[in-house]
């Protein structure tokens, strides 16, 4: 299972469209849920709302820009051989000021899709169609070039 901790609500309906398009092509692959936590303007409780909702037990993936940049099939690689021997990954995008220690140290793994700045429900329908590109490489599918 694929797992998305987040901080906030998507309120543009063509972000709600792009994530839900991506969900819905993931469902012939994974079972994916999607974990929305109220942002603060409080930094410590956006951060403690997020620790609440980590399971300890899930390989936890921070999305950080300090983090390992991977191509996309060195991202499917690791969705692949991770999930042979964990049965759910979660990733964790933060709030506008990222995540902080308590919350990496959660983290089995950091991983940065760039060194830009993305706006987070953008960023969420990136990870998602990075998500379906890597199942699409895993199973030998055309779509990645």
Do not use: W
């Amino acid at each position: 299972m694929i797992k998305i901790i987040c901080v906030g609500k998507i309120k543009e309906n063509y972000l709600k469209d792009l994530i839900n398009d991506y969900s819905n092509r993931l469902r012939k692959y994974t079972k994916l849920e999607i974990i929305e936590v109220k942002d603060d303007f409080v930094y410590e409780k956006e951060i403690k709302n997020l620790l609440n909702v980590i399971n300890e037990n899930d390989f936890n993936v921070g999305l950080d820009i300090k983090g390992e940049m991977l191509d996309s099939k060195k991202f499917a690689s690791f969705i692949s051989e991770t999930l042979i021997f964990n049965s759910n990954i979660t990733f964790i995008i933060g709030g506008s000021n990222g995540l902080n220690d308590a919350v990496k140290n959660k983290c089995n793994k950091l991983i940065s899709f760039s060194e830009l700045t993305f706006p987070h429900g953008l960023f969420r329908g990136i990870l998602l169609e990075q998500i379906y590109r890597a199942y699409k490489i895993i199973n030998n599918e055309s779509y990645h070039k």
